[in-house]
């Protein structure tokens, strides 16, 4: 199995300046990368304490490069509702580049009102711009020269430079949260998959997933090499009642401004999106029990996270953990303890 981090900046300004979480996620990424951990993914959100400190992943992820050897980062994700193709193109192969052919490049359509809004794009239309946006991004990099009639953009004659290093193209990963189509589309174009399960709807997810693995395997594409990560908290601790009461403040503090940035919902409706204006009530209601009890999180000991790794590999099959350790406004001496105990007690018994 690989095993991932997740650097989802969720915090308020009285927990940490921008600049120190940064800090903390480079020196988090240099060990990182000497215990053995596969990737470091990261966002791309704007205008709320969710998310938004990462406006472009690509800048803190070219930063990572630098600091590492072997750990792959991961655009997790960009939004090419939000980017120009071309532009987005060139700059994830300069960071391919910067990255010695290191690069995994995740895209995902958006869920946020208020940014559709600031940059003037329509909800309804997320799907079609991401389609779009990402066939242009492929062929930009596999082709010599491009002309491209679309819907959204019309290209001629376009070279791509620089090149990405990896042939034909970096890997491509799909986020997918809650709708069939976006899980089935993946699959068909053999992308992998980045998943955020959400508390009740497990099952959906996994009936989701099990699709996705069928539209790949149905397209052609060789089963079992599909990729899928799961998005998940983790906070490890020496006893799991520490672990637990460790895990409460900064678990409530990244679904207090989830809550807040997903607001817009209560009076938006999209075709695009179903279900997600009843989304706010259910956030809400979280806790971090409830977050425990259904499978969003590894908090407790070794081997309660050891327990929760087989729980989802039964459930959902292969699957590649990707888990937010620095959240909520968590100190060094925290974060660092997840990530060294995981990696001494629990990444073992699944790399042999």
Known sequence: MRFGLNFFPAFRPSDATTAQYFDQCLRLAEHADALGYHSIKTVEHQFYDYGGHSPNPIVLLAAIAARTKRIRPITGAVIPAFNHPVKAAGELAMLDNLSQGRLDVGFGRA???KEFEVFGVSLDESRARFEEGIDI???????????????????????????????????????????????VWAGQHGYHLMIVPFAQ?????????????TAWREAGFTP???????????????????????????????????TEAVSDWS?????????????????????????????????????????????HREFFGEIEPSMQISFGGIKDAEAFRTLELFASHVMPKFLT
């Open 267 to 311: 009076g938006t409706q999209s075709a695009q999106y179903p279900g997600y204006d009843k989304m706010v009530a259910s956030l809400a209601a979280l806790t971090p029990q409830t977050i425990i009890d259904n499978h969003l999180a590894y908090v407790g000991t070794p081997d309660d996270a050891v327990e929760g790794v087989r729980w």
């Open 201 to 213: 709807q497990m099952e959906r997810t996994r009936q989701f997933v099990q699709a996705y693995r």
């Open 137 to 183: 991004i492929r062929r930009l990099w596999t082709e010599e020269r491009v002309s491209y009639e679309g819907r959204y953009f019309k290209l001629h004659d376009v070279h791509l430079m620089p090149r990405p290093v990896q042939k034909p193209h970096p890997p491509i990963w799909v986020a997918a949260v809650a709708s069939l189509d976006s899980f």
């Open 224 to 258: 079992g090499r599909e990729k899928v990560q799961l998005a998940l908290f983790c906070y490890l601790a020496g006893s799991r009642n520490e672990a637990i009461r460790g895990f409460d403040r900064p678990v409530r503090r990244y679904v207090e401004v989830l």
């Open 111 to 113: 869920f946020i009102p």
